[in-house]
């Protein structure tokens, strides 16, 4: 399956799985997952857990700034 192929409502229920077990350091632990998956050359992985981690900072946003 590719990262295409994820859909968003699946991205968004892992992001928010990830901020109840890791609280605060649910975007590091999706970076950290990210980071697996480009050293072992799956750069589908990787972008799938980058959409993660950018959904945990979209919902973790209290800087009150509007994200593009």
């Known amino acids: 399956m590719s990262a ?5 409502r699946d ?3 892992s992001a928010v ?4 077990r890791h609280g605060d350091l ?3 632990e999706a970076g ?4 697996q998956f480009l ?3 799956d750069l589908a992985g990787q972008r799938i857990w980058l959409r993660i981690m950018h959904a945990i900072a979209a919902m973790t946003d ?3 700034q509007p994200r593009n």
């Open 39 to 41: 050293q072992t050359g």
């Open 11 to 13: 991205i968004w229920a």
């Open 62 to 64: 209290t800087e009150g």
């Open 26 to 28: 649910a975007a590091i």
């Open 32 to 35: 950290k997952k990210a980071d």
């Open 4 to 8: 295409a192929q994820i859909s968003a």
């Open 17 to 20: 799985l990830l901020i109840k």
